[in-house]
């Protein structure tokens, strides 16, 4: 499995960008997809997630209302729209894949993981910085 992120770059606050994750190597129907941000001096944290087979999603407190994931089955391709981005959004963005996201919903069990070790495979960064 690989995923690729891009997008990142340079924005003011208030403004927007798309993240894109490129996923590849299988077939993703059981998994859910995620962003994750990793700020310097401080621990990753979740952002946003989404089924792949039923595009069900999840979302930080600190970015719902303003970011929006979504997927693109036909291209696989994984994105986060950004939206009235702040300086407090500064930071390196991850994108995930969690293999057992529909295994944990046939099970019953809580279908979201939003801890970073939930998550089996990784991207590369791409680092977002909002200025003020």
């Known amino acids: 499995v690989q995923l690729q992120a891009s997008g990142g770059g340079l924005v003011q606050a208030g403004g927007s960008l798309r993240l894109s994750c490129a996923v590849s190597?299988?077939?993703?129907?059981?998994?859910?997809l995620g962003w994750f941000r990793q700020a310097p001096g401080k621990e990753r944290e979740f952002v946003a997630a989404i089924s792949w087979s039923a595009g069900r999603t999840m979302y930080a407190n600190s970015v719902k209302g303003r970011f929006t994931i979504s997927k693109d089955i036909d291209k696989n391709m994984v994105y986060l729209q950004m939206n009235s981005l702040r300086p407090d959004d500064t930071a390196v963005y991850y994108c995930?894949?969690?293999?057992?996201?529909?295994?944990?919903?046939?099970?019953?069990?809580?279908?979201?993981?939003?801890?970073?070790?939930?998550?089996?495979?990784w991207g590369q960064g791409t680092q977002v910085t909002v200025s003020s």
């Open positions: 190597g299988r077939t993703f129907s059981t998994y859910a």
């Open positions: 995930a894949a969690d293999k057992d996201f529909l295994r944990r919903a046939v099970e019953g069990r809580t279908l979201w993981n939003v801890a970073s070790s939930g998550y089996d495979y």
